[in-house]
């Protein structure tokens, strides 16, 4: 045939370390029909600071891939909820080849066609808490590519009808498909008049919707005569795929006939007519006819391909004994994302008769269903039962409904058929099913009543059964939970939700609690990170005691907002908000940021070198007011609580947020002590006391607090550490709050001069930046 070759490529991402699905990277493709082979392409490198990360260390990466709907990944091996189906897919490990980069690929064989999807994470980490900017951090990036080869003009069969072929030596096989609408029941493949060397040397496969396998339905054609394959219970609205292929050695050429003969249901004395209108497609039982009075059994023949003559039909074996009953269709109402119900009519009470099963369908649309919870529940009305001992199963299949037999009705399973399994009876009245990332398409649910007896289960007589039918699509499994987050996810185009877990809880749903955290720790951890910010009452006092009114503001204002922020920020059921979260959280950075550019401020004082300088020009222009009111602590206070507010809007967790005022105010205190040094000839301050009891504990502390806060913090220990840092810091500020002086007396000023009209007063005591009034002289020097 004749293979044409498309290609998909997705824009590199950045993997995290897996924590919940929340965290990983989803990836979405579309394989085309008739697909013979998909190639993945997974490129994989790392960046440090916008280059090669070549020092980055090597860390695995897991790639998950699945066919119709998202994986349904547990790395972490935890529990799932209660009555939850898990989907099967499939996982690849990467290792590195190359000291920045390396490429896995992945081959699919015939793959199904429709929608793809690839998961991918790295290993989960050890939970270190790492301020954003203090190092250029390991960066790996994701980057799948997909290739896909597939046939163009596969040739179609029509049912009933005789395809005749001849295989030259040259070639190994020959590939067909057929359409299955619904209701069909069985798929009979024949393989008729084969004629070769050696007998019929032939293999005959088939399978639903992609081309055949080696481990697909087969039958060996020259042990069996003649050579038909049954499929009961087919996929419907599906192509079925039929590969003829010769056995390996076989020279000369081979003929043979190839016809389908399709099964239909709701008419079991009739076959499938060769030839089906547009309304026999649709999901319609046969009881409620066809569009425009035609029936099934009276459709027209097709019209012959150019160039080719009508194949003859073949007569049909009728298939008594295989039957179907009507389906009847939910109603779809959607509320929101992923909140969708499906309403039965004449519901949601079901009546189950004895002698025959109720089969629901529910349609879940392409992509737009996948990417929540499909939940199924049945509450069985035990006064319905009229106290004989009935079960009621349900059988949850995808794309074709299961009800040939009693025994397939308990199980749910056949050799090529596999569905969710439901029951309730009087003992146990209520059965729930839940499906993260269901398949699209249409759910078939089956429900039939049977009686319990000696010899197992039997059908039935006169009980008809009453049953609550429920079923609805959701975000998430019980929305998380207490100890969860349901959070709406978008990877392009395509929506998905999954749980974000807290306070140790783990799971698809967070109902893991083998690592959750107990009431009293989490009580503990509260108080811990609230009451250390007590400590501020200290320099509070010390703040207002030294007519720092400015400073106690400042403080009082960090304390209150750290306080009832980390009473809010709590991840378990210990939490109390008295606003908006966004806004506590913005008010306690504002505060801590500002706590310490008043500090360092306040420590350089300003206000007396300015002052010393302009005193120094007696008779200097009067343009000297503007950089003594420029250079008052009050306009640096106000400047800074303008510019720390913009920069924490711009980025919160920046670590430039808190070095830069910091360096900026060390900078001009380092200035503004120079300049006294240089001034006086004399270290500023110029008493060792200030410096071995006051600023070098002072600077200590808060390097060490510092140095926890960038360092040493994980999420295992950050309430203890945190509190640590609250306490750290709130001392720091204690010791290096600059005294304020008291002078003993009053001194009359000194005659003024003309000038400005200023009166400039420098308290000699003040500069200095003694504690005790009585180690220096009080000088008080008045000029204009």
Not at 606 to 635: D, F, H, N, T, Y
Not at 658 to 674: D, H, R, V
């Amino acid at each position: 045939g004749l293979f044409v070759t498309d290609y998909f490529t997705r824009t590199p991402r950045k993997l995290s370390p897996f924590r919940s699905f929340a965290s990983i990277e989803l990836f979405h493709f579309h394989i085309p029909e008739d697909t013979v082979i998909a190639v993945w392409n997974l490129i994989t490198f790392k960046e440090q600071g916008g280059t090669f990360g070549d020092q980055c260390p090597d860390r695995s990466i897991t790639v998950y891939f699945r066919s119709g709907a998202p994986s349904v990944i547990n790395p972490l091996h935890t529990h799932f909820p209660r009555d939850t189906a898990v989907p099967g897919s499939f996982a690849l490990t990467l290792t590195w080849t190359l000291p920045n980069r390396t490429t896995g690929v992945f081959n699919v064989t015939s793959p199904l066609p429709g929608d793809w999807f690839l998961a991918a994470h790295l290993p989960k980490d050890e939970g270190k808490i790492s301020v954003k900017g203090l190092y250029e951090e390991c960066q790996y990036l994701f980057q799948p590519q997909l290739i896909v080869q597939r046939l163009v003009n596969i040739a179609v069969l029509y049912p009933g009808y005789i395809t005749e072929q001849s295989m030259a030596p040259h070639n190994r096989s020959c590939l067909y498909k057929v359409f299955v609408p619904s209701y069909t029941s069985r798929v009979l493949v024949e393989v008729l008049r084969c004629r070769g060397v050696e007998g019929c040397p032939l293999w005959l496969r088939v399978r639903a919707k992609a081309p055949p396998l080696h481990n697909s339905t087969a039958l060996d054609c020259r042990e069996h005569t003649p050579c038909q394959l049954a499929l009961d219970l087919p996929f419907w609205q599906h192509w079925y795929y039929v590969l003829v292929e010769k056995h390996p050695g076989v020279p000369g050429t081979v003929s043979f006939q190839v016809t389908v003969q399709l099964t239909d249901c709701s008419r079991p004395s009739l076959a499938r007519p060769p030839f089906l209108p547009s309304s026999a497609s649709m999901n319609m039982p046969h009881s409620f006819g066809a569009l425009g009075g035609l029936a099934l059994g009276d459709s027209p023949p097709p019209a012959s391909p150019n160039g080719t003559k009508h194949p003859d039909p073949i007569p049909t074996a009728s298939s008594a004994g295989e039957q179907c009953w009507p389906v009847r269709p939910t109603l779809r109402n959607e509320l929101d994302t992923f909140s969708v119900h499906f309403y039965i009519f004449f519901g949601p009470n079901v009546s189950v008769p004895p002698d025959r099963p109720a089969v629901f369908v529910i349609n879940l649309l392409p992509v737009l269903d996948s990417g929540g919870v499909l939940n199924l529940e049945l509450r069985l009305n035990v006064s319905s039962l009229c106290g004989e001992n009935v079960t009621v199963f349900g059988c949850l299949n995808h794309e074709v409904p299961l009800t040939s037999s009693d025994n397939t009705s308990v199980t749910c399973e056949t050799e090529s058929l596999a569905g969710f399994l439901l029951s309730v009876n009087a003992t146990a009245s209520l059965s729930r099913l839940r499906i993260p990332y269901p398949q699209t398409g249409s759910w078939y649910l089956s429900l039939r009543s049977l009686c319990a007896t000696e010899h197992g289960f039997e059908p039935c007589t006169n009980v008809t059964a009453e049953v609550y039918l429920r079923a609805y699509l959701s975000p998430c499994i019980n929305d998380c939970g207490i100890y969860g987050q349901c959070k709406l996810l978008r990877t392009n185009n395509y929506l998905y939700a999954a749980c974000e877990c807290k306070a140790g809880w783990n799971g698809w749903g967070c109902t893991d609690n083998a690592e959750a955290f107990s009431y009293g720790f989490q009580l503990l951890s509260t108080l811990l990170l609230c009451l250390s910010n007590v400590m501020f009452v200290p320099p509070v006092a010390i703040a207002v005691r030294s007519h720092y009114l400015m400073e106690a503001a400042v403080y009082i204002f960090t304390m209150f907002f750290s306080t009832f922020y980390h009473a809010c920020d709590q991840p378990g059921i210990v939490v109390f908000c008295i606003m908006e979260y966004d806004v506590l959280q913005f008010c306690d950075f504002l505060g801590s940021l500002m706590s310490v550019w008043v500090t360092v401020i306040a420590m350089a004082r300003l206000q007396p070198v300015v002052k010393q300088a302009s005193a120094g020009r007696g008779r200097a222009e009067c343009a000297w007011r503007v950089l003594i009111l420029m250079g008052a602590p009050q306009v640096l206070y106000l400047l800074g609580a303008m510019l720390l507010s913009m920069a924490l809007q711009m980025d919160r967790h920046g670590l430039w947020n808190l070095l830069g005022p910091s360096l900026f105010a060390l900078g001009i205190m380092a200035i503004a002590w120079t300049a006294r040094t240089i001034r006086r000839r004399h270290c500023y301050p110029p008493t060792w006391k200030r410096w071995a009891f006051y600023l070098c504990p002072g600077a200590l502390i808060a390097a060490a607090a510092v140095l926890l806060y960038a360092f040493v913090e994980t999420e295992e220990n950050y309430f203890y550490i945190h509190s640590i840092w609250h306490l750290l810091i709130a001392g720091s500020v204690g010791f290096l709050l600059p005294p304020r002086a008291k002078p003993s007396g009053r001194l009359g000023p000194l005659p003024r001069r003309k000038g400005c009209g200023y009166q400039l007063c420098v308290n000699e005591q003040e500069e200095l930046g003694l504690v005790d009034p009585a180690v220096a002289s009080i000088n008080s020097i008045c000029t204009s």
